[in-house]
């Protein structure tokens, strides 16, 4: 293989682990995106099961000051 073969493959040879490393740090992103969304997901529910809770004493007050 001549020079000019050899520096052009390293030259690809870099850029693929350029493309790479972004490909791992984008990968890294979703999976942080993707579990803040599973945490914000559970926080909703428990928020929606308090409040279903708070209307069942509601109901329950409301019931027996009649």
């Known amino acids: ?3 000019e073969t050899k520096e052009m493959f390293e030259v690809i040879l870099s850029k ?3 493309v790479e490393s972004r490909q791992d ?4 992103i979703v999976k942080a995106i993707q579990h ?4 914000h997901k559970a926080e909703l529910d428990h928020l929606k099961i308090r409040v279903s809770q ?3 004493n509601f109901s329950r007050i ?4 009649k």
């Open 1 to 3: 293989m001549d020079r």
């Open 16 to 18: 693929l682990n350029r």
């Open 25 to 28: 740090e984008i990968y890294e």
């Open 36 to 39: 803040s969304n599973e945490v």
């Open 54 to 56: 708070g209307e069942g």
């Open 62 to 65: 409301k019931a027996a000051i």
